[in-house]
C-alpha cells in the first residue's frame, strides 16, 4: 500500500469512525477504533508510510496530552484529600497485581513498572461521558468520582514521567539523576510561564485571523520543544503547560475547539492509527494476545471486588468501571517503550492490556442519554 492509498484509507476512517461511534451512542470508542484499524492496516504499510504516520502522529499525541491538561482544572488541595486518599489505595491495591502480571508475560522490573503506571491510570476524557449521565449518582458522589478519576490520570502521568527516564539508558545512575533532574526544571518551567503564555495565546485567539490555528500551535510545540531538550517528553510537557495554564476563551470558544481540525480530526487520530500499526497483528492470536485478554478481565474483576468490598466510590455496583479507561495511559506507556527501543511484544502487551480494558469499559458503561454533538471531542469540559 502506498502513501496515497494509505492517506485515502486515512481520511475515510476519519470521516466514517466518528459518525459511527455516535450513532451506536459510544463516542468514547473513536480513539480504540482507530487503533484497530491500524493494528488490520499494519501488515499493509510500507516502511516509508508507516515512518511518516509514526512521526506525525507523535505530534498527535502531544497536542492530545495538552488538550487533557487543559480540561483538568484541580481545586483547593483541601477539596482533594479525600479523592486523594481514595485514589492512592486504588493504585497501591493493584500495583502488586500488574506488576505480577507484567512478569509473567516476561517484562522486565522497569518496564512493569511503566506498565503499572499506565494501567492503574485513567483516561477522564473517555469516561466523561459515561460519568455525566451514569444514572443514580448523587451531588456529592459524582463530583468525588471525578475527582478521583482526574487525580488517577494526573498520578499516571506524573508515575510515567519519572518512570520511563531510565528506559533505553542501560540504568546508569547518574545518567537517570540528570534526566530527573531536567523533568523537574522543565515542570517548574511549565508552572513559572503557564501565567504569561496563557495571555499570549488569549492574544493569538483575539488578534490573529487566518494563521489562528498555526500559530497557537506553534507556540505550544515551541514550549514542548524546550521541555524535549530538558529531559521531558514533548507530550509530557504539553500536558504540565495545560494543567498549569488557565482556561483561554474567544468568542463563547475554548481553546481546543479551535486546535479541533488540526488535532481531534486529524492528528490525533493519525497517532492512534500509527501506534496500532507499530504492533504486529499476529500478536492478537499469539501469547502476548492471550495474556492481555487474561490481564484484562483478571484486573477489571479485581478491580469489582475492590469496589464492591473495601473502596466504594458513593455509585452501584458498575461505578468502578469509569474508572477502566486508560487507553490514553497506556497509549503514552506503548510509544515510550517502543521509542527506547525495547522489544514490541512488551509495548504490545501493554497497549492491549489497556485496549482491551477501555472497550469492555466503555460498552458495560450506560451510553449517553443524548448523541455528542461531536464525537472527536471527548475532552469535554472535565472540571471537578
Not at 108 to 119: D, K
Not at 198 to 218: D, K, N, Y
Request: glycine content about 8%; charged content about 10%.
Amino acid at each position: 500500500m502506498n502513501s496515497i492509498e494509505f492517506i485515502i484509507i486515512l481520511l475515510l476512517l476519519f470521516m466514517a469512525v466518528p459518525d459511527a461511534c455516535r450513532l451506536l451512542r459510544r463516542p468514547a470508542l473513536i480513539y480504540p477504533a482507530f487503533v484497530v484499524f491500524g493494528l488490520l492496516l499494519g501488515p499493509w504499510v510500507q516502511p516509508g508510510v508507516a515512518t511518516m504516520i509514526q512521526q506525525a502522529g507523535q505530534i498527535g499525541f502531544l497536542l492530545l496530552l495538552f488538550e487533557v491538561g487543559l480540561e483538568i482544572d484541580l481545586p483547593a488541595p483541601r477539596e482533594l484529600a479525600r479523592p486523594a486518599a481514595h485514589a492512592l489505595r486504588w493504585i497501591l491495591l493493584q500495583y502488586p497485581v500488574v506488576l505480577a502480571l507484567a512478569r509473567f508475560t516476561g517484562l522486565p522490573w522497569l518496564e512493569s513498572f511503566v506498565a503499572a503506571a499506565a494501567i492503574t491510570g485513567c483516561s477522564v476524557g473517555m469516561g466523561h461521558a459515561a460519568w455525566k449521565n451514569y444514572p443514580g449518582l448523587g451531588a456529592d458522589p459524582k463530583v468525588f468520582i471525578l475527582r478521583t478519576m482526574v487525580l488517577l490520570e494526573v498520578c499516571a502521568i506524573v508515575l510515567l514521567s519519572v518512570e520511563t527516564t531510565g528506559l533505553g539508558l542501560g540504568a546508569t545512575w547518574w545518567l537517570v539523576l540528570l534526566k530527573l533532574l531536567g523533568i523537574g526544571l522543565a515542570v517548574f518551567l511549565c508552572s513559572r510561564i503557564a501565567v504569561p503564555f496563557t495571555r499570549l495565546l488569549q492574544e493569538a485567539l483575539e488578534r490573529t485571523t487566518h494563521w489562528r490555528i498555526h500559530f497557537v500551535t506553534l507556540l505550544v510545540l515551541a514550549v514542548c520543544a524546550v521541555g524535549e531538550r530538558l529531559g521531558l517528553s514533548g507530550a509530557k510537557t504539553a500536558f504540565f503547560l495545560g494543567l498549569f495554564m488557565s482556561r483561554v476563551q474567544h468568542d463563547g470558544k475554548h481553546l481546543e475547539d479551535y486546535l479541533a481540525p488540526i488535532s481531534q480530526r486529524f492528528l490525533i487520530p493519525i497517532f492512534f492509527v500509527a501506534l496500532g500499526s507499530a504492533i504486529p497483528i499476529a500478536f492478537l492470536w499469539s501469547r502476548i494476545g492471550l495474556l492481555a485478554l487474561v490481564a484484562a478481565a483478571l484486573l477489571l474483576a479485581y478491580r469489582e471486588m475492590l469496589h464492591r468490598r473495601w473502596l466504594p466510590n458513593g455509585g452501584d455496583a458498575r461505578a468502578y468501571l469509569l474508572y477502566c479507561p486508560n487507553l490514553t495511559m497506556v497509549a503514552l506507556a506503548g510509544s515510550a517503550l517502543l521509542h527506547a527501543g525495547l522489544a514490541p511484544d512488551f509495548a504490545a502487551w501493554v497497549v492491549l492490556t489497556g485496549l482491551f480494558m477501555t472497550v469492555i469499559a466503555i460498552l458495560a458503561l450506560p451510553p449517553p442519554e443524548t448523541p455528542t454533538p461531536d464525537a472527536p471531542s471527548l475532552y469535554e469540559k472535565t472540571h471537578p
